[in-house]
Each structure stands twice: as C-alpha cells, then as structure tokens.
T-cell receptor, first 111, second 117 residues
Framework: DAKTTQPTSMDCAEGRAANLPCNHS???????VYWYRQIHSQGPQYIIH???NNETNEMASLIITEDRKSSTLILPHATLRDTAVYYC????????????FGTGTRLTIIP | GAVVSQHPSWVICKSGTSVKIECRSLDFQATTMFWYRQFPKQSLMLMATSNEGSKATYEQGVEKDKFLINHASLTLSTLTVTSAHPEDSSFYIC?????????????FGPGTRLLVL
C-alpha cells in the first residue's frame, strides 16, 4: 500500500472549517483516498473516499489535487464532537483490500 | 450506514483463560471481516483477515494458534484469544467488508476492551 503523511495534530475553533491535509505522493492509479476517523475509545468511522474528483457528503468534503499526490479533508463547520483522530488511507477499491492505518492527525476542536 | 456490533464491549479475565469476542454485521452480509488490535496511544494494527467459510489469513507476527478466528456465516466472525496473558490486554476492533451497490468499504465495530489480570 502507498504510504500517507499527515500532520500529527491540529486545532480548530468550533464553528470554523477544519482542513486536514494528507500527502500520498506514491499513490497508484487504481488507488482511492479514504478518510476515517476514530473518536476516543470507539471503532473507526468511515467519512468519505474518492479517486480523482472532489467528493462531498453529509459529513465532509474531499479535495484531491489534480496530480493526486495530496488531498484535503474539509469539515465545513466543526463541532466539539468532531474531536478525533483522522486517518487518511490509500487503498484499491475492490475485493477485500485491507486498510492500513498510519498515525493519523489528532484534531482538537476548541470551544 | 451499515452497522457492525461487537460483544462483549469489555472483558476482564484471569491470565491463562480464553476469551471469545464476537463481531456481527447487523444489516448486511460480509464475506470478509477484519480483526485489528490497538494498544494505548497507538494506531490500529491489522491482525487477520477472515473470509466466510475458509481459513483466516494472519498478518506477519500474529500467532494463529493464539488468536483463533472463525467466520462461520456471512454475518458473524469470532476471535478467541487463547491462554490470555497481560500483554494481550488491548482494544480489539473488527470490521466488515460491504460489497454494496454504492461503494465498497469497511464498517467498523465499536471495539472490545480486554484486560488480562
């Protein structure tokens, strides 16, 4: 699996947009970018994924650069409940491809 | 979204005993389930991949005779920690692979916290 690089930690004010960057410079053409988050003492929660186009769902937006070497997860209006560790993972989108978790970014939403 | 449950949510046992953890996909069929382990302040580490009706595939360094995995149906996989020792104390998390119409992804259970005394 291609490796990803994320900042260790970030802070964001409540109500503001949280922008979490991820570098994946060795991503292959058939690998997708997935984002999960893990709130303390819980299992990871799927957020969003994409291949090359920008994606948006009810939780977040995913912006992928044209060369696909980096991406940004955007939480448009962060709340205290968004405090978690966010994992950016690249993975082929078929079959039983496993997820390999890195260290992620610890996002703290500040009141 | 798809729901995955785990039981028990936490367990305390004596050293040398065996502990079974169940992982269920509640509203979808999962041909593949994954088992992870997470130590404090660390990331999730994949232990094994469990395919329904066949033997599990273990990651390097994970003892298959110690961590027994059974995936007898499309909605249930079990992990048994045999002869548990204090160093096996950890947060065990399962995920189930959903091959749905919209997307293919993994859904995670809430985790089981194991404490071996």
């Amino acid at each position: 699996d291609a490796k990803t690089t994320q900042p260790t930690s970030m802070d964001c004010a409540e109500g503001r947009a949280a922008n979490l960057p991820c570098n994946h410079s060795t991503i292959s053409g058939n690998e997708y970018v997935y984002w999960y988050r893990q709130i303390h003492s819980q299992g990871p929660q799927y957020i969003i994924h994409g291949l090359k186009n920008n994606e948006t769902n009810e939780m977040a937006s995913l912006i992928i650069t044209e060369d696909r070497k980096s991406s940004t997860l955007i939480l448009p209006h962060a709340t205290l409940r968004d405090t978690a560790v966010y994992y950016c993972i690249v993975r082929r989108n078929f079959g039983n491809e496993k997820l390999t978790f890195g260290t992620g970014t610890r996002l703290t939403i500040i009141p | 979204g798809a729901v995955v449950s785990q039981h028990p949510s936490w367990v305390i046992c004596k050293s040398g005993t065996s502990v079974k953890i169940e992982c269920r996909s509640l509203d979808f069929q999962a041909t593949t389930m994954f088992w992870y382990r997470q130590f404090p302040k660390q990331s999730l580490m994949l232990m094994a991949t469990s395919n329904e009706g066949s033997k599990a595939t273990y990651e390097q360094g994970v003892e298959k005779d110690k961590f027994l995995i059974n995936h007898a149906s499309l909605t249930l996989s079990t992990l048994t920690v045999t002869s548990a020792h204090p160093e096996d104390s950890s947060f065990y998390i399962c995920s189930a692979h959903s091959s749905g119409e919209i997307m293919e992804t993994q859904y995670f259970g809430p985790g089981t916290r194991l404490l071996v005394l």
